[in-house]
């Protein structure tokens, strides 16, 4: 979203009218009427993201990450789909008890073990923290541990790496396709049990969403933060664990494979290991900002969250250091350099322009970006009550390149993670396209919001800023 600073009543921005039209019903969250377009889509992603899925995972496993070979020898006649299913390790035990145990473990470090990071670590926000304000005028406390569960878990990772040797670092990979069915079982399990939640014990009947569409229902979410308990919440653990601590640990299971099939890590998988390392750490050590994001802010927890942090992330979001296992790349000096570059400069984007929001955003614009005083445009909105709030929307530093630079920072960090890889197979580039398609789509979804609060002031706003992502582009 553009950096602003709400005005001072908040609570009821989710209930606007757009300045200068009649009433309308809010834009806060997902819809509450389906077109027959969103759910076509519904349906689209319903029924082919688990097949993506098994697809992608399965090139690698059985045509050397290659994604025209299987249908090369199916239309040949070379292959029966029957005979691709057959080659496909199932579900077992072993997997079935790994997946348990980690999700145990993860649900622990969520809600049983306090944040001690943020009484040493200086510069880290932890503990308890409020989120923003949901539609139903909540405003919940969340326990922000993640720093800490990433710490605990990965030094348990390393300890047995390198003394008690419980288990082969090589076990996620060697374990990869069953543990697959497990992540799938979790994803639908918990995805249904909302649904389930929302009609008959939800956490807030007044922050629940029916559009009378099952299916959109199911997989857009009903309820905005399901809970059991006091802490356990539904939205802030998928989000962030199991999948994005996984994700780390996925990306050290791949490299030991590597190491045990050539006796080398490669340059390329170490710069794999490294940057996307970087973005899981900004993510956990920026927990409670991520309060504030348009996941936690804006989506109800349905398929699409569930389903989606269980199996989508863990396995499509990690495929560069998967492809880099059968295909191991070792980069020029020059070429790992400027990946290298290429990366570090699309997260300072990334992280430099969040920073100057929050900071606009904190001190209400008193204060300086680029070593001036912010410019920014005043908006206004106005209450369904008829009371009038004021916004500002800041149009200096990052903010006035373009109205979602943060995005673009963070597609460069994407190509980085992809170039590693590469120009051989297009599979482990299936993340840029996948990312762009993402941003660009929240951009446009971002934007409605806004122009539908804000009215002529948001025209305002994109007059002073055009473009949305690259200047003199898009």
């Known amino acids: 979203m553009a950096a602003f600073q ?3 009543s908040e609570e009821s921005k989710h209930k606007s009218i757009p300045n200068g039209s009649g009433a309308s019903r809010g834009q806060w969250g997902r819809a509450w009427e389906v077109d027959w377009f969103s759910l076509a ?4 992603l319903l029924a082919f993201s688990p097949l993506i899925v098994y697809y992608f995972i399965m090139s690698c496993d059985q045509y050397q990450c290659s994604l025209m070979d299987p249908i090369i020898d199916v239309l ?3 292959s029966h789909l029957s005979d691709i299913w057959n080659k496909t390790p199932s579900l077992n035990w072993k997997a079935a008890n790994m997946y348990i145990f980690w999700v145990t473990f993860q649900v622990m470090l969520f809600i049983l073990v306090p944040d001690f990071c943020h009484k040493f670590i200086p510069g880290y926000v932890g503990g308890v923290q409020e989120g923003a304000l949901t539609p139903a005028g909540t405003v919940n406390k969340y326990e922000i541990n993640g720093l800490q569960a990433w710490i605990i878990t ?6 047995n790496a390198y003394y008690f040797h419980w288990f082969s670092p090589t076990i996620i990979f060697d374990n990869w396709i069953p543990l697959l069915w497990c992540a799938n079982i979790l994803g639908y399990a918990v995805s249904t049990f909302a649904m389930i939640k929302s009609y008959f014990f939800p956490s807030n009947p007044n922050d629940c969403k029916f559009t009378g569409n099952l299916f959109y229902d199911y997989m857009m979410g009903i309820e905005f933060n399901p809970r059991i308990g006091k802490w356990f919440d539904f939205k802030l ?4 664990r199991p999948g994005i601590i996984a994700w780390t640990l996925i990306n050290h299971s791949y490299a030991a494979k590597q190491q045990e099939l050539y006796g080398q890590v490669t340059n390329s998988m170490i710069l794999v290991n490294v940057l996307q390392g970087i973005y899981v750490l900004d993510f956990f050590w920026n927990e409670a900002w991520y309060l504030k994001t348009i996941d936690i802010c804006h989506d109800h927890f349905g398929w699409y969250l569930g389903w989606g942090d269980c199996v989508w992330l863990p396995y499509l979001y990690t495929l560069q250091g998967l492809y880099l296992v059968y295909h191991p790349v070792q980069l020029s000096p020059a070429n790992a350099v400027g ?3 290429l990366g570090l400069v699309g997260y300072y984007i990334f992280r430099m322009t969040n920073h100057q929001k929050d900071l606009f ?4 614009g008193n204060c300086k ?3 001036k005083k912010p410019k920014y445009i005043e908006c206004s909105y106005t209450s369904v009550g008829g009371t009038k709030y004021y916004s500002k929307l800041m149009i200096s530093g990052f903010w006035g390149v373009a109205r979602h630079f943060n995005y673009t920072g963070d597609l460069m960090g994407s190509l980085a993670y992809c170039l590693t890889c590469g120009f051989e197979h297009i599979l482990p580039y299936f993340y840029i396209i996948y990312m762009t398609i993402l941003l660009t789509h929240r951009c446009i979804r971002d934007e409605h919001r806004c122009s539908s609060k804000y009215g002529k002031d948001w025209k305002h706003y994109t007059t002073a800023v055009p473009y949305r992502l690259v200047p003199g582009v898009f």
């Open 154 to 159: 990965h030094a348990l990772w390393f300890a």
């Open 361 to 364: 955003r904190r001190t209400d």
């Open 369 to 371: 970006i680029w070593g």
């Open 41 to 44: 889509s519904v349906l689209f």
């Open 339 to 341: 990946i290298l570059l």
């Open 76 to 78: 040949t006649g070379n």
């Open 6 to 8: 709400e005005g001072k």
């Open 237 to 240: 653990f998928f989000n962030g």
